[in-house]
């Protein structure tokens, strides 16, 4: 994909005739709007940071203000809220109507007859811009910037006749929608290819565990089909000689890859640790399912570890596959976080893993190993294709998103400087 495949326009708005450009500071074509509000019943919507994605550029979500009660700023149409806390998460839209907002916006108002709202905002997006202003942000756990900072920031200006041309404006704003809008579109395919390759996915993992006419198949409990399930633990963090120079993989939920094996670990902690706490040696080959925190990741240890106890090891015995029960196992996790995403309170612990029913192929009346290995091919191999072309696409929605830094870049031309 070339970003000249989606611009087809011959001559840019900004190349015409009789235009001259300059750099403004952002407080001389701005005003911040600095009017405290405090809440009073449910009259207002309100906007907080999380109603704004990184990268949008137009007021689409609100509360409203009977849910909040300390002091916010009023906004009115036009305006542009800045989400100062954090500028690395990108957050400037053009609010659409009047309302209140979080004090971790800045609240801007374009001065009209100087520049339009939607011009500002896409400049706030540019990537220059995102950088500079994160470079700038002050405080470790709550890092910000001010308008203090941003208001000495130089905007490139469209000028005709000594004055801002908002005509040229317009144009700019127009042409950067245009192209946006036929990226965004393509954009929205691939997130919907994205989702019938999950589909794709859901139903091959069905599929593989439904009896097939002749077939003998029983629900066994997950304790019979194992030699052991344990929990882990975490050794006192207050003990230096249980981390210090620790030789022993200890597994978080984070360490768990998406591809399921883990080969290594973010930490290790000591013998002495091992033996001082709740944490478990498991050996190579153990499967792993978070318990809590994250509920129904699966993991097959490539080594030997321990793991903190929002982890279970699982140690099949030998009759049963462990890449068949890894996907047993992972389609049981799949059914959780679905009811999860449905409101419910799911409390997984060891003795509702331990009596948990999986279906499992027999034959003769004993589990069917070579069975167990010809479906958990099957699904290595379905997997495979699958994440493959996943990767594929988003590698392309990533290229289309540079895409659009790049028009932005292409538009505001210049380097970000401040005075």
């Known amino acids: 994909m070339k970003l000249d495949d989606f611009i087809k326009e011959e001559k840019k708005p900004w190349e015409e005739d009789g235009i001259e450009w300059r750099e403004v500071k952002i407080k001389d074509v701005c005003k911040r709007r600095s009017e405290n509000v405090i809440p009073d019943g449910d009259k207002d919507i309100y ?30 149409p036009n305006d542009i809220l800045y989400g100062k806390l954090r500028p690395y998460l990108d957050k400037a839209v053009v609010a659409t109507k009047e309302g209140i907002c979080s004090t971790d916006f800045i609240v801007i108002q374009a001065i009209e007859d100087k520049i339009l709202p939607y011009y500002l905002v896409f400049f706030l997006h540019t990537k220059s811009f995102v950088d500079y202003t994160t470079s700038m942000m002050k405080g470790v756990h709550l890092p910000r910037v001010s308008w203090s900072t941003i208001k000495n920031v130089k905007i490139p200006l469209p000028f005709r006749n000594g004055k801002p041309d908002l005509e040229t404006q317009r144009k700019i704003v127009e042409y950067i929608e245009a192209n946006f809008s036929r990226i965004d579109g393509i954009i929205e395919r691939k997130k919907r290819e994205l989702e019938r390759l999950d589909e794709l996915w859901e139903s091959a993992l069905e599929q593989a565990f439904r009896p097939k006419a002749g ?58 640790g091992l033996r001082n706490s709740s944490a478990k040696l498991l050996p190579e080959g153990t499967i792993l399912f978070t318990i809590f925190a994250t509920i129904g990741r ?10 903190n106890q929002a982890i279970a090891g699982i140690i099949p015995k030998r009759e049963y596959d462990t890449k068949y029960m890894y996907w047993v196992l992972r389609k049981f996790g799949e059914n959780l976080k679905d009811r999860g995403r449905g409101g419910a309170q799911n409390n997984v612990n060891l003795t509702f893993l331990r009596n948990l029913k999986i279906p499992v192929p027999f034959r003769k009346g004993k589990p069917d190993l070579e069975k167990q290995r010809e479906i958990a091919q099957y699904l290595d191999s379905v997997y495979e294709k699958i994440r493959m072309l996943k990767e594929k696409i988003h590698n392309q929605i990533s290229q289309l998103e540079e895409m659009k830094e790049s028009i932005l870049e292409e538009v505001f031309n210049h380097q970000v400087l401040t005075s």
């Open 298 to 307: 699966v993991g097959i240890l490539n080594i030997k570890a321990a793991t």
């Open 47 to 76: 906007v907080g940071l999380e109603h704004i994605q990184s990268g949008e550029i137009e007021l689409k979500r609100w509360d409203y203000s009977g849910k909040v009660k300390s002091t916010k700023y009023r906004f009115y």
């Open 215 to 272: 077939e003998e198949w029983r629900e066994v409990k997950l304790k019979a089909a194992t030699e052991d399930i344990k929990s882990g633990g975490t050794p006192s963090r207050r003990k230096e000689e249980y981390w210090k120079n620790g030789t022993i993989p200890w597994v978080k939920i984070q360490d768990i890859p998406e591809d399921g094996f883990v080969s290594t670990t973010e930490e290790k902690i000591t013998e002495i």
